[in-house]
């Protein structure tokens, strides 16, 4: 799923080697924390956010397929993974 992911947001951006996706593993639940270069950003989360929308949907989409529970966060620069 990190790999999905990452693969999604890396076509969107004009930085993909500042992509980084983070995946941490709790009972069954993961959840993916993305963090992209500062003029990225904008892109990734899209007019009215439709784009990281898009992403969530998609990822859960395949999480359901795989009977397993996903969590998608966008972090800002400042914040730490």
Not at 20 to 34: C, L, M, P, R
Not at 54 to 63: E, T, V, Y
């Amino acid at each position: 799923m990190k790999e999905f992911i990452e693969y999604l947001v890396k076509q969107l951006v004009n930085k993909p080697d500042e992509v980084e996706v983070d995946e941490t593993a709790d009972n069954g639940s993961f959840a993916y924390k993305i963090k992209v270069a500062n003029e990225d950003m904008g892109i990734v989360i899209g007019k009215e956010g439709k784009n990281i929308k898009s992403i969530r949907n998609l990822a859960k989409s395949k999480a359901i397929k795989e009977n397993i529970r996903i969590n998608i966060e966008l972090l800002e620069t400042s914040e730490v993974m």
